[in-house]
């Protein structure tokens, strides 16, 4: 937890003090804050949503006297290069090329930036070799971020699921997102609801994908989700067994296995949710949901996907294509 987070769960605490107690300056004074400052709090959430009340990130000050950038970069690409050398001896290296820097800068900038130890910078540097030439070491399986590889021949083959807790809204109570992306075309499905989803909501929101991809001229053939209790309860597994749909389920704690969607909530949370949460307050389920569908019809048809699998094409592309081949 970053002192942001801490500062943020405070003020959330602080106003829901005072709206359980009905004593605003009872509740100020116990927290350690004006009122002047409750009240620009209280206005600033109902105005954009609790979102708002966390801190604003402020980047750090370029000082006169910092190392340049590219002073660094040259720094960081020896490193990955040479990444058996010590501080030192990078020191001695950039000094070659005409460049001034102390053995404990070098070594307080490698810190900073991951590539403190030569075991390290030596995992780092199989981890590019591994992504550039395929050549996998053991430091590169160790180090290497790139996630799961999840493939599908075309849409509809599998289409992975997952639950996104959206936040516990005033007035709406906590509310959740049940997502599915077509791991093919990227295509996404996302149905919000109030409460912890449970299996008839899982149910239900088979039930929704199947409509959606039918309208896009394809059908469910499989499954993939997490060990949540919504997934792995017996009636939604009743129903995909009745209609036929393969069921795949990742590893415990393991949810680079479904990175497909969850990469897409991340992407949904930073383009959708956020700046919607800064630019109004929502009062219903409906008002979520015309929100993300809003959103969701820019993401498929519109948005080009720059991932390494996408490569700038568009989901609704990609599945009319396949649809027109077939």
């Known amino acids: 937890m970053t002192p942001n987070d801490v500062i943020y769960q405070r003020r959330v605490a602080l106003l829901a003090e005072a709206e359980r107690s009905g004593n605003v300056a009872e ?22 949503g609790l979102a708002a009340l966390m801190p604003k990130e402020r980047r750090r000050p370029q000082m006169s006297g910092a190392t340049p950038t590219h002073v660094l970069e040259e720094l960081l690409s020896l490193a990955v290069s040479r990444p058996t050398l010590g501080a030192r001896q990078f020191a001695d290296a950039l000094l070659e090329r005409g460049f001034v820097l102390g053995k ?19 995992a780092r540097a199989a981890a590019i070799v591994a992504a550039t030439t395929g050549l996998s070491t053991e430091a590169a399986r160790e180090e290497t971020p790139f996630g799961f590889c999840l493939f599908s021949p075309g849409p509809g083959h599998l289409v992975a699921v997952d639950g996104f807790y959206i936040g516990n809204l005033k007035g709406v109570g906590k509310v959740y997102q049940l997502t599915a992306v077509d791991v093919f075309s990227r295509f996404a499905f996302a149905w919000i609801i109030a409460g912890v989803p449970n299996a008839q909501m899982a149910v239900a929101f088979l039930a929704r994908i199947q409509r959606q991809l039918r309208a896009q001229g394809t059908t469910v053939r499989a499954v993939l989700s997490d060990n949540g209790p919504e997934w792995v309860s017996s009636d939604f597994r009743g129903v995909l067994a009745a209609q036929g749909i393969d069921h795949v389920r990742i590893p415990p704690r393991s949810p680079n296995h479904n990175a497909v969607v969850e990469r897409f909530h991340q992407t949904m949370l930073n383009e959708c949710w ?41 989901p609704g592309d990609m599945m009319s294509s396949r649809k027109k081949a077939a």
Request: glycine share 6%; with cysteine; proline share 1%.
């Open 27 to 48: 509740t100020c004074r116990r927290f350690g804050v004006s009122r002047t400052r409750y009240y620009e709090w209280k206005a600033r959430a109902e105005l954009y």
């Open 274 to 314: 956020r700046p919607a949460f800064h630019r109004r307050s929502f009062h219903s389920v409906k008002q979520l949901q015309a929100e993300a569908d809003a959103w969701l019809l820019t993401y498929n048809f519109r948005r080009r996907n720059h991932g390494d699998y996408m490569r700038g094409r568009i």
């Open 104 to 122: 404990s800068s070098v070594q307080r900038h490698l810190v900073a930036n991951g590539l403190g130890t030569r075991a390290r910078r030596l």
